[in-house]
């Protein structure tokens, strides 16, 4: 019997405190190999991956993870609840042993507690964060808030960490799904996720890395303390081979030609465009000359920078209310990405067993929902030149999983 | 009185065959102002003006033209007849005594004999055409086969000439508005409308000039003997300060961007998308790396390269089968882009007189079918790098008519 640990992760890019994780995950749960689900092109944060999600598998098998799945686009791109609910399926469809995340508590039992402790007091709990929102704060905000409201007696986490957050949503999720998965928890070194400056000498911020290599550009010399040595080769192959990283500046124009054609009755049917925000994003896009200068004209006290990007995304790849409405909580499939000979080994032994298909080649797949990521492929060729731009599209068809001996 | 002639115009760009054309018709019509209707940023090949609307308006000012309106772009990238159909009913609006077009003819009688024989075989005449598509061949060429398979006993045009054909449309549609503007034709010089090579020493058609101007760029000196002045400095200009003239290949990047995010379903919701082609556009778009490529591929026997180059435009602006099809059979305003010291002197003396409402600001206004021409001029920006593009955008909303003394 082999044993999978699964973690869930974006790995953009690959670092240092990646590897310190992965290595705890693989140890905690005396794991023979280790499962990542990873998000595909499009990020949680409403962002472009640096690189594609081809050479994100590349960097994670190289360093140490054996089996690489796509977080699809309708789990990816999402808040933190629904985000944990794909990713939750996805690793039990595939048969993990235990899921590992990191978190700034550390504790696994503070997890369990809290899910426990909020399920008991839901409804006042959620009547609590109803009346913040309509204080006009936004949601994670108001999670947080009315969290800190509720007398809290026993051992109960710090929600208004990021990595919380999200630790708390996968064990809810595992509860949920009735799972078998067991949760185990490490507790993440130094970095704090949203950190722009490096933290110690050799673990940084995923957020701080993609800083310093979009202000070095060409020479990514600067950050190959903070990566492993494959992450930072192929960092500086993907330069070579496409021409840039991507980042939203990229696609401002094709984002600003989008709000340009469209009508407000055409916006208003894409996910996540309410309450009138549509009028704004249109006036916003004739006068703005950049996605930054953009972004802070659409800035609000009610919605979170994070969640503006996600509309973008959406709007970027044309993403509508009606294809969403459908979300189911669990994933439609397994998308193969990449895997080791080890991982190869898992998938022979155990696929007829999973719960959920194996997509190695897009073609041989029929189902409809995959749509979704092979157009959020097409449109994140669009953060590349021309020339670069149809070697990436044909990828998202030809490109069998990537293989590492 | 002051007697105004029409012209129906492009000017892309204005050269000496337009200022032959422009002197023979106030000479022919006797008249003290020439108003000229003036496609917006969009032309009737389905290509974006090599400049803008409003350096075109310049060109025409300098050049001998007191007026110049807008032709909507619900009329501008259209077929002949509705082509035409626009623009009469702008000149018919603003009181034009006579109407002077160029054609390979060059004989008045002609076209209203020609027009009057169809009219009366009209029922043969379509029928004849209908078996004609039906037999695989595109529109125009089956216009042409109808009309060589009637006996002609009389004095009938040849309808295999472009400016024959226009002119033909705008004599029938003076005849449809029951409009008391005279039709005059001068005979064209030289140049045939799709000659690609320089006819004679000064005249040489749009097409060879603009090839010209392309292979050339930033050295147009080769297209000043065939040009006026006036266009050769605002044509240098115009590279000066926005950077490059337009062409299809600048908005490649956008039309393939949105071929590859938008889903057939809304493709044919798309102005003359029909016939399951929105299955080829999204293939071939996948598939092209430049416009022409694209082109190439979608050609086929039964669609002209022009049917194909305004579908793409009307993909491009996001122009709808519902927005178009209550296109009405004439314009719904006057949208004044210029005018000399005689043209206002015009304009002040009748306006009160003008059977649709004059524009010279668009915040006036409040009509909505003036979106179209908007949403046109903001897509046309995107031919544009995007420094130079903010300029151009703004110009749609805050460029006063431009005046010449």
């Given at each position: 019997?082999?044993?999978?640990?699964?973690?869930?992760?974006?790995?953009?890019?690959?670092?240092?405190?990646?590897?310190?994780?992965?290595?705890?995950?693989?140890?905690?749960?005396?794991?023979d190999?280790?499962?990542?689900?990873?998000?595909?092109?499009?990020?949680?944060?409403?962002?472009?991956?640096?690189?594609?999600?081809?050479?994100?598998?590349?960097?994670?098998?190289?360093n140490?993870?054996?089996?690489?799945?796509?977080?699809?686009y309708r789990?990816?791109?999402?808040?933190?609840?629904?985000?944990?609910?794909?990713?939750?399926?996805?690793?039990?469809?595939?048969?993990?042993?235990?899921?590992?995340?990191?978190?700034?508590?550390?504790?696994?039992?503070s997890?369990?507690?809290?899910?426990?402790?909020?399920d008991?007091?839901k409804?006042?709990?959620?009547?609590?964060i109803?009346?913040?929102?309509?204080?006009?704060?936004?949601?994670?905000?108001a999670?947080?808030?009315?969290?800190?409201?509720?007398?809290?007696?026993?051992?109960?986490?710090?929600?208004d960490?990021?990595?919380?957050?999200?630790?708390?949503?996968?064990?809810?999720?595992?509860n949920q799904?009735?799972?078998?998965?067991?949760?185990l928890?490490v507790?993440?070194?130094?970095?704090?996720?949203?950190?722009?400056?490096?933290?110690?000498?050799?673990?940084?911020?995923?957020?701080s890395?993609?800083?310093?290599?979009?202000?070095?550009?060409?020479?990514?010399?600067s950050?190959?303390?903070?990566?492993?040595?494959a992450?930072?080769?192929?960092?500086?192959?993907y330069?070579a081979?496409?021409?840039n990283?991507?980042?939203?500046?990229?696609?401002?124009?094709?984002?600003?030609?989008?709000?340009?054609?469209i009508?407000?009755?055409?916006?208003?049917?894409i996910?996540?465009?309410?309450?009138?925000?549509?009028?704004?994003?249109?006036?916003?896009?004739?006068d703005?000359?950049?996605?930054?200068?953009?972004?802070?004209?659409?800035?609000?006290?009610?919605?979170?920078?994070?969640?503006l990007?996600?509309?973008?995304?959406?709007?970027?790849?044309?993403?509508?209310?009606?294809?969403?409405?459908?979300?189911?909580?669990?994933?439609?499939?397994?998308?193969?990405l990449?895997?080791?000979?080890?991982?190869?080994?898992?998938?022979?032994?155990?696929k007829?067993?999973?719960?959920?298909?194996?997509?190695?080649?897009l073609?041989?797949?029929?189902?409809?929902?995959?749509?979704?990521d092979?157009?959020?492929?097409?449109?994140y060729?669009?953060?590349?030149?021309?020339?670069?731009?149809?070697?990436?599209?044909?990828?998202?068809?030809?490109?069998?999983?990537?293989?590492?001996?």
């Amino acid at each position: 019997m082999m044993k999978a640990v699964g973690v869930i992760v974006e790995y953009n890019p690959f670092h240092n405190g990646h590897a310190y994780h992965l290595q705890a995950a693989k140890e905690t749960a005396h794991a023979d190999i280790a499962v990542a689900v990873m998000s595909g092109n499009f990020l949680q944060r409403g962002e472009p991956a640096l690189i594609s999600k081809w050479y994100r598998t590349k960097m994670a098998l190289l360093n140490g993870v054996d089996i690489v799945l796509e977080l699809p686009y309708r789990f990816a791109t999402q808040k933190a609840e629904t985000f944990a609910n794909g990713a939750i399926s996805i690793l039990d469809a595939i048969g993990c042993h235990s899921l590992c995340f990191g978190s700034e508590s550390g504790d696994i039992s503070s997890f369990l507690e809290t899910v426990d402790y909020l399920d008991r007091h839901k409804d006042r709990f959620d009547e609590n964060i109803k009346m913040n929102i309509k204080s006009g704060v936004s949601y994670p905000k108001a999670l947080s808030l009315s969290f800190q409201s509720l007398s809290s007696p026993e051992n109960l986490l710090s929600l208004d960490k990021p990595n919380n957050i999200l630790g708390f949503h996968y064990v809810k999720a595992l509860n949920q799904q009735n799972s078998s998965i067991i949760p185990l928890t490490v507790k993440r070194k130094n970095a704090d996720y949203h950190d722009e400056h490096f933290a110690t000498e050799t673990i940084a911020s995923a957020t701080s890395i993609r800083k310093a290599l979009f202000s070095a550009k060409e020479k990514n010399s600067s950050i190959e303390q903070y990566v492993p040595d494959a992450s930072s080769t192929l960092l500086k192959e993907y330069l070579a081979v496409y021409g840039n990283f991507h980042e939203w500046e990229n696609y401002w124009s094709y984002l600003r030609y989008r709000l340009l054609h469209i009508s407000p009755e055409e916006l208003r049917e894409i996910y996540e465009v309410e309450e009138g925000i549509e009028h704004r994003l249109i006036a916003a896009a004739l006068d703005s000359s950049n996605f930054k200068e953009f972004m802070q004209k659409i800035k609000t006290k009610r919605y979170t920078w994070t969640r503006l990007q996600r509309i973008c995304v959406h709007i970027l790849t044309n993403t509508k209310k009606a294809e969403m409405k459908s979300t189911p909580e669990k994933a439609a499939y397994l998308r193969l990405l990449g895997m080791t000979k080890n991982g190869k080994e898992y998938l022979n032994k155990y696929k007829s067993q999973f719960s959920l298909p194996l997509i190695s080649k897009l073609s041989a797949y029929k189902g409809n929902d995959i749509f979704l990521d092979i157009r959020a492929s097409r449109v994140y060729s669009f953060g590349l030149e021309n020339q670069t731009r149809d070697n990436l599209l044909r990828q998202e068809y030809k490109q069998p999983p990537i293989y590492i001996e």
